[in-house]
Structures are given as structure tokens and as C-alpha cells.
């Protein structure tokens, strides 16, 4: 006897809560354009600290997750990339995830708050750009 499969009723009613809408993907962000803004945020995350007069664990941080971001942006566009597009998604969200820490350490440890909020903000855009971004490439590019 073989299996018995309900994907035909489930699916059926999956149809059925989406009458009327149209589905999308979240994933608007094309890759260059992606890697655009990351190159023009990277300095002026490494130029904030020097701005807004952050102490030198912010400083230290925000020059870091800089120098990384514009790293990992200039060696998107070619084909001979350093890090794949798959990784360099994953490496989007280890930044993202390290700029938050080192915000919430610099504002528990030295009670800098301002300092806080943008190394916060900055991991939570970071996130929010890698989540919109399409990470695929045209083939032979």
C-alpha cells in the first residue's frame, strides 16, 4: 500500500486565504545596486564617530564595520570575486549582527547611548538591506 498524501487538500486551501492578492517577493534589491550602497555607506560609517564625537570603542567598531562593509562591496562587481554571493550574504549578516553587539557593549559598558543607537540602527539597516537584496548574478557575470 502506498503513501497517502494530503498535499492536494492543503494546498487547495493554501489557495483559497490568498483570493484576490497577488504574491511578491521580498527580495527587491538587485545585487549592484546592493553593493552601491554599501560602498557609499561604508565611509560615512568609518567618518561617524569623528562627526558625532564617539568614544574610542565606538570609534574602533564603526571604522571596522567600515572597512568590512567596503570590502566586501568593492569585490562584488566581476567575475573573479574573493567571496562568493552566496557567502557574501552571510557575511552581510555577521556584520549586521557584530555592529549591534558592539553598540549594545559600548552603551552597557560606557553608558555612551548616542553611540548606541547609530551602531544599532547601522546592524539594523545592514539586516534590512541584505533581507531586500536579490543575491543572484546573470550567468557568466
Known amino acids: 500500500m ?3 498524501s494530503v498535499t492536494g487538500l492543503t494546498h487547495a486551501s493554501h489557495i483559497r486565504s490568498y483570493r484576490g492578492r497577488q504574491m511578491s517577493t521580498l527580495r527587491t534589491i ?3 545596486l546592493h553593493a552601491g550602497v554599501e560602498t557609499f555607506a561604508a565611509p560615512a560609517i ?7 564625537g564617539f568614544g574610542p570603542a565606538a570609534s574602533v567598531i564603526c571604522v571596522i564595520t ?4 567596503l570590502g ?3 569585490q562584488v562587481p566581476g567575475p573573479e570575486r574573493s567571496v ?7 557575511f552581510d549578516y555577521a556584520l549586521a549582527i557584530f555592529a549591534v553587539a558592539g553598540g549594545l557593549a559600548v552603551g552597557l559598558l560606557s553608558g555612551a547611548w548616542g553611540a548606541t543607537i ?12 541584505t533581507a531586500s537584496t536579490r543575491f543572484s548574478m546573470p550567468r557568466g557575470a
Request: no cysteine; aromatic share 12%.
Open 2 to 4: 502506498g503513501l497517502v
Open 30 to 32: 538587485p545585487l549592484w
Open 46 to 52: 568609518m567618518a561617524a564617530p569623528f562627526f558625532f
Open 66 to 69: 567600515g572597512a568590512l562593509l
Open 72 to 74: 566586501l562591496a568593492l
Open 84 to 90: 562568493s554571493i552566496s557567502a557574501h550574504s552571510t
Open 118 to 129: 547609530f551602531l544599532v540602527g547601522i546592524g539594523a539597516a545592514l539586516a534590512a538591506l
